[in-house]
């Protein structure tokens, strides 16, 4: 027993070194844990950020595409209701941006996955087109009207929920 009365000091220093190193380690794991919390949180937020972005990105060009739809198919139906019958090249170059602008309309159209705003585009087009163009008063200037003011809120719906 003497001994280890002898040693005391020994084995307290000992004793405390090694708290001293768990504490350490402890500290370290806590650090390290919270790295890798912070680095994936901010990872999902980068994610979370590129999506809200191509997702917002797509829904404009949507917009966008469907305005020139609409100028061209004012210019376009303008031209084949003055001139019916006649192919003139002012008609055939109208009728060429008019196909230009279906076509832009269409693929920003691809890229867009909510179904409301795909539908409400689709309705707009096909009332816009027989409104535009059709010599006969199928759809209204005025159905016309609501269905682009029925996508563009669809597009404002989708917009302010990300």
């Given at each position: 027993?003497h001994?280890?009365?002898g040693?005391?000091?020994?084995?307290?220093?000992?004793?405390?070194?090694?708290?001293?190193?768990?504490?350490?380690?402890?500290?370290?794991?806590?650090?390290?844990?919270?790295?890798?919390?912070?680095?994936?949180?901010?990872?999902?937020?980068?994610?979370?950020?590129?999506?809200?972005?191509?997702?917002?990105?797509?829904?404009?060009?949507?917009?966008?595409?469907?305005?020139?739809?609409?100028?061209?198919?004012?210019?376009?139906?303008?031209?084949?209701?003055?001139?019916?019958?006649?192919?003139?090249?002012?008609?055939?170059?109208?009728?060429?941006?008019?196909?230009?602008?279906?076509?832009?309309?269409?693929?920003?159209?691809?890229?867009?996955?909510?179904?409301?705003?795909?539908?409400?585009?689709?309705?707009?087009?096909?009332?816009?087109?027989?409104?535009?163009?059709?010599?006969?008063?199928?759809?209204?200037?005025?159905?016309?009207?609501?269905?682009?003011?029925?996508?563009?809120?669809?597009?404002g719906?989708?917009?302010?929920?990300?």
């Open positions: 027993m001994e280890l009365a040693h005391g000091p020994v084995l307290l220093a000992v004793s405390g070194a090694t708290a001293g190193l768990q504490s350490a380690l402890i500290a370290a794991a806590v650090s390290l844990l919270v790295a890798v919390f912070s680095q994936f949180s901010s990872a999902r937020r980068d994610k979370a950020e590129r999506v809200y972005q191509r997702h917002r990105s797509a829904l404009l060009d949507v917009q966008d595409a469907a305005l020139a739809l609409r100028r061209a198919l004012a210019d376009f139906g303008a031209l084949a209701r003055a001139t019916p019958g006649v192919r003139s090249e002012e008609l055939l170059g109208a009728e060429r941006g008019f196909d230009r602008a279906l076509g832009l309309l269409e693929v920003s159209l691809s890229r867009v996955d909510n179904t409301e705003v795909r539908r409400s585009v689709t309705a707009w087009r096909q009332a816009a087109q027989v409104s535009f163009i059709s010599v006969h008063d199928v759809v209204s200037r005025s159905d016309e009207q609501r269905a682009w003011e029925v996508m563009n809120a669809a597009i719906n989708a917009l302010g929920t990300g």
